[in-house]
């Protein structure tokens, strides 16, 4: 059964930094897109950054570029999120995902087959 674990959120205020890891298992991980999205309390979950295979093309939501960096590590099937200047608007509780590697569009949580449990992100002000 694939698993993809995530791992570091946490709580931090305004401007400081979190890095999210993404653990996959029994995945053919080298080929798979791998993406991260959040969800707030009473919003919709959105697509907030996607890493392709192969090109390493990388997609992100206009409100964290700049500030946020996807990455992933072939061998170790490992993505990570690198979360920069963080905002009280980032709280939410953010999940990996993984699909096939041309899926498309990148923020549309339908096309990828695999998620995570989530982890917790939470900034005060």
């Known amino acids: 059964q694939v698993q993809l674990v995530e791992s570091g959120g946490g709580s931090v205020q305004a401007g400081g930094s979190l890095r999210l890891s993404c653990a996959a298992s029994r995945i053919t991980y080298s080929t798979s897109c791998m993406g991260w999205f959040r969800q707030a309390p009473g919003k919709e979950r959105e697509g907030v950054a996607t890493i392709y295979p192969g090109s390493g093309n990388t997609y992100y939501i206009d409100s964290v570029k700049g500030r946020f960096t996807i990455s992933r590590d072939n061998a170790k099937n490992t993505v990570y999120l690198q979360m920069n200047s963080l905002k009280p608007e980032d709280t939410a509780m953010y999940y990996c995902?993984?699909?096939?590697?041309?899926?498309?569009?990148?923020?549309?949580?339908?096309?990828?087959?695999?998620w995570g449990q989530g982890t917790q992100v939470t900034v005060s002000s």
């Open positions: 995902a993984a699909g096939p590697r041309n899926l498309s569009p990148w923020n549309d949580g339908g096309s990828y087959n695999y």
